[in-house]
């Protein structure tokens, strides 16, 4: 893989991941572009011990354009984008309209005394995954998803050493039914200057069983579990399971995990980086399969957080959409928004034995 590094024309940075090494990426940004925003403004949730970013300037972003005005299309002619060359393997660059960033300005050190605000410092970028808008990822070849993935551990490696950033959140939105604003097929990645909700439950659950157990890894056991006895296993090859957790909170959720314990993308060697692709491009086309319909899906990458509790974490890839059937989609209303606790229309192990037959 070629790694080019590039800067487009209001100074963010973009970077080609060829798969040829002869690949020559000296075209320049032509726009004339206004100066990237400034952070954006966190503020600190003392009730829940959470931070909330405020990002007003995404208000302006670019929302649903016609497929002839798609800003991840490559650049041809006058038809001016996001990238410069006129055709691309993978491309990663930073958002233009970012929820955190490095451009910091003066913010207050506090709204109320419970109530602190800092700079949204932190990073976030698109990762194009074909210069093809009518394609998915689910129709991209062996070989391109472990670009992909490639691309993924460069990146999670170069922005866990930025100032201030303690975990980086690869993840893919995929359809209008999740909130996509731009249908070419692309992922994000955010570099949060704080460890996730999400990511600081699941530590210390993984914590807990370490104590009880003496050491054990909750994750590992957990899978170890689920091969046993197979119930809810969807695919698996030498090197990765997809399962339904058992306690699944979505109609279909499938987990992706390595047999390896390792803290993150940077960590998989080789075959494990080969042997990803043709097991997740199975499990994709099985959701397309199950109501033969493009299946909305969000693709979220579980990593270690980059300076903390590293030992207690295991990389695995969260896969689900809120498609409960061919009609009908299951919406977070009261019980979900409001209180955090998941009511799931469809068992566990239902959904396997439905994604083990499309």
């Given at each position: 893989?070629?790694?080019?590094?590039?800067?487009?024309?209001?100074?963010?940075?973009?970077?080609?991941?060829?798969?040829?090494?002869?690949?020559?990426?000296?075209?320049?940004?032509?726009?004339?572009?206004?100066?990237?925003?400034?952070?954006?403004?966190?503020?600190?949730?003392?009730?829940?011990?959470?931070?909330?970013?405020?990002?007003?300037?995404?208000?302006?972003?670019i929302?649903?354009?016609?497929?002839?005005?798609?800003?991840?299309?490559?650049?041809?002619?006058?038809?001016?984008?996001?990238?410069?060359?006129?055709?691309?393997?993978?491309?990663?660059?930073?958002?233009?309209?970012?929820?955190?960033?490095?451009?910091?300005?003066?913010?207050?050190?506090?709204?109320?005394?419970?109530?602190?605000?800092?700079?949204?410092?932190?990073r976030?970028?698109?990762?194009?995954?074909?210069?093809?808008?009518?394609?998915?990822?689910?129709?991209?070849?062996?070989?391109?998803?472990?670009?992909?993935?490639?691309?993924?551990?460069?990146?999670?490696?170069?922005?866990?050493?930025?100032?201030?950033?303690?975990?980086?959140f690869?993840?893919?939105?995929?359809?209008?039914?999740?909130?996509?604003?731009?249908?070419?097929?692309?992922?994000?990645i955010?570099?949060?200057?704080?460890?996730?909700?999400?990511?600081?439950?699941?530590?210390?659950?993984?914590?807990?069983?370490?104590?009880?157990?003496?050491?054990?890894?909750?994750?590992?056991?957990?899978?170890?579990?689920?091969?046993?006895?197979?119930?809810?296993?969807?695919?698996?090859?030498?090197?990765?399971?997809?399962?339904?957790?058992?306690?699944?909170?979505?109609?279909?959720?499938?987990?992706?995990?390595?047999?390896?314990?390792?803290?993150?993308?940077?960590?998989?060697?080789?075959?494990?980086?080969?042997?990803?692709?043709?097991?997740?491009?199975?499990?994709?086309?099985?959701?397309d399969?199950?109501?033969?319909?493009?299946?909305?899906?969000?693709?979220?990458?579980?990593?270690?957080?980059v300076?903390?509790?590293?030992?207690?974490?295991?990389?695995?890839?969260?896969?689900?959409?809120?498609?409960?059937?061919?009609?009908?989609?299951?919406?977070?209303?009261?019980?979900?928004?409001?209180?955090?606790?998941?009511?799931?229309d469809?068992?566990?192990?239902?959904?396997?034995?439905?994604?083990?037959?499309?």
């Amino acid at each position: 893989m070629k790694r080019t590094a590039i800067d487009l024309a209001d100074g963010r940075e973009l970077i080609y991941f060829d798969e040829r090494d002869d690949a020559v990426r000296d075209q320049p940004d032509r726009r004339d572009l206004p100066p990237p925003p400034p952070a954006s403004q966190l503020r600190y949730d003392p009730l829940t011990d959470e931070w909330v970013a405020v990002a007003v300037h995404r208000q302006t972003r670019i929302f649903l354009p016609p497929a002839n005005e798609c800003p991840l299309d490559p650049s041809v002619g006058d038809r001016l984008t996001e990238i410069p060359a006129p055709d691309y393997d993978v491309v990663v660059f930073e958002n233009r309209f970012p929820s955190l960033s490095g451009r910091v300005a003066d913010e207050p050190g506090e709204i109320t005394p419970f109530t602190s605000v800092r700079p949204g410092l932190g990073r976030c970028e698109v990762v194009c995954f074909t210069s093809d808008h009518n394609a998915s990822f689910a129709s991209l070849p062996p070989r391109r998803v472990r670009t992909v993935l490639d691309a993924l551990a460069d990146r999670t490696e170069v922005l866990g050493e930025l100032p201030g950033v303690e975990q980086v959140f690869c993840f893919e939105n995929r359809g209008v039914e999740i909130g996509v604003t731009l249908h070419h097929p692309h992922g994000q990645i955010y570099a949060y200057p704080f460890v996730t909700p999400r990511t600081r439950a699941l530590l210390a659950a993984a914590r807990r069983h370490a104590e009880r157990t003496g050491g054990g890894n909750l994750y590992a056991d957990v899978l170890a579990a689920e091969r046993a006895t197979g119930d809810r296993v969807v695919t698996e090859n030498e090197h990765w399971t997809a399962f339904v957790p058992a306690a699944a909170r979505w109609p279909f959720e499938v987990h992706v995990a390595p047999r390896r314990v390792v803290p993150d993308i940077p960590a998989l060697s080789d075959s494990e980086r080969d042997a990803f692709g043709p097991l997740y491009l199975d499990l994709l086309r099985r959701f397309d399969g199950l109501f033969d319909m493009p299946m909305p899906y969000i693709s979220a990458w579980h990593q270690a957080p980059v300076r903390i509790d590293r030992e207690f974490g295991h990389l695995h890839l969260q896969l689900f959409s809120i498609r409960r059937a061919k009609d009908k989609l299951k919406y977070l209303a009261g019980s979900e928004s409001g209180m955090g606790v998941f009511i799931n229309d469809i068992s566990p192990e239902r959904a396997a034995e439905l994604l083990r037959a499309a």
